[in-house]
């Protein structure tokens, strides 16, 4: 069976998410993007997890759903470990997928004697990360343990400010129990894959949501059983009859790829950190070095390589975004919410539209703007200027930046 998922989401007991974060807001997103399994999130929170209990029901083994629910539900939680090794303090999200309630109790008893798991649904332990893997495995080796958006500057395995250069640095003789890691928005696999670490796991790609909208951001496809067992057996061997690709954001649109200075709007390339010896040309702070040149320090392949059996990917653009960026305008506005609308009634899903719906469909049913902006889009021939230091990267999808008003743009608002 033929699926699409995304593990890595926040509830609203999470920090600086939606207070619509629920299970029912979450289901409806789920239905209009064609996410058919997503992450419960934050199953360690106490008030979350008893919702989790109450509202979810089993469905195939290892997956859940709301009473006459669509959607699918893994149980899943993100721990942000800080702790000191080697000198250095260490910032690392880890992403952890279990098999059942009972095996979260557990999970959750054992942490909760470490930290406050009340104090945010992402729970900050000041715990080593190879500590946090042993406890996990503890209670069940049917859990996967999977390092987050890995490049991230603050929260990334390798990333710049709080990072490892490798994941035996890390996780030592744990390593081994590491099957996959997680691209991140401002990353991509090609860019990814020519790290030597990288390329012993697999590559996953989820929203890393903190609303219902944010979902689907970044997704996994999957050919096979629908449970549990099957999910993590794809992604542990990284069969490519059985894991068949991810969907991944643009890198450039991310907010850590180049590097950068956000309060001077400082933003540069590699080669202009080089110029600059890594100091802010304007206040004359070290910058934030982006996913960009951390990529170029870690690799030992050249640009372009690509692995054997590598599991392939397609880069998109929420479609809100597009309409936003074709009519000029904020992606909350009604005018995009309307035509937004208009395009799932007819088609079914954000995914289905972006992905598979015919060129010549979507002209003759929306405006004719938009059927050219997906087909460029589709063929990589967009421009976007790259996100940097927690600024997220800006899409221009006529390349030549000189869009012509929108045929009917009025009757829009």
């Known amino acids: 069976m033929k699926f699409i998922a995304d593990f890595h989401i926040h509830s609203k007991y999470s920090r600086a998410t939606s207070p619509q974060s629920d299970l029912e807001h979450l289901e409806e997103q789920a239905v209009i993007k064609g996410i058919d399994v997503l992450g419960t999130g934050d199953f360690t929170h106490p008030e979350w997890f008893k919702n989790l209990k109450e509202k979810l029901e089993p469905a195939e083994p290892g997956l859940f759903r709301l009473k006459n629910g669509k959607t699918r539900f893994i149980l899943t939680s993100e721990i942000s470990c800080i702790y000191s090794k080697n000198g250095k303090v260490r910032k690392i999200h880890i992403l952890i997928l279990a098999p059942d309630f009972e095996t979260v ?19 900050i332990l000041g715990l080593d990360a190879k500590e946090l893997v042993k406890i996990i495995l503890s209670v069940s080796s049917d859990c996967l343990i999977i390092p987050a958006h890995v490049m991230t500057p603050w929260f990334g395995l390798f ?91 643009f890198p450039q649109q991310g907010k850590y790829y180049y590097d950068g200075h956000r309060k001077c709007e400082v933003s540069c390339s590699p080669q202009e950190t080089k110029k600059y010896n890594g100091i802010c040309p304007v206040c004359g702070r070290p910058l934030t070095i982006g996913v960009l040149t951390r990529v170029e320090e870690l690799a030992d392949k050249p640009k372009g390589f690509r692995p054997e059996n590598a599991i392939p990917f397609k880069s998109l653009i929420p479609l809100k975004e597009i309409i936003a960026d074709l009519l000029k305008v904020g992606v909350g506005t009604k005018g995009v919410e309307k035509e937004y609308k208009n395009l799932i009634e007819k088609f079914g899903s954000e995914i289905n539209i972006l992905l598979n719906t015919p060129a010549s469909d979507l002209k ?34 006529f390349s030549n930046g000189k869009k012509k008003k929108p045929s009917g743009q009025k009757n829009l608002f």
Request: charged content about 30%.
């Open 159 to 249: 990333g710049s400010k709080s990072g490892f250069d490798s994941l035996e640095e890390c996780f030592e003789d744990y390593s081994k129990y590491i099957f996959a890691m997680e691209t991140g928005l401002s990353a991509d696999p090609k860019m990814l894959w020519r790290m030597p670490d990288v390329r012993k796991v697999t590559l996953i790609s989820n929203s890393d949501a903190h609303s219902p909208a944010k979902i689907g951001r970044e997704v996994n496809v999957f050919d096979t059983e629908l449970n549990y067992s099957e999910i993590i057996e794809a992604i542990k061997s990284g069969d490519l009859k059985k894991f068949l690709y991810t969907i991944e954001f």
């Open 364 to 397: 003759e049913t929306s405006l004719p703007e938009i059927s050219e902006a997906i087909s460029r889009l589709r063929k990589g021939e967009i421009h976007i200027d790259p996100g940097y230091d927690g600024e997220y990267g800006k899409i221009d999808i």
């Open 105 to 123: 109790e557990k999970i959750n008893t054992k942490l909760s004697w470490i930290g406050n798991l009340k104090s945010d649904g992402r729970p």
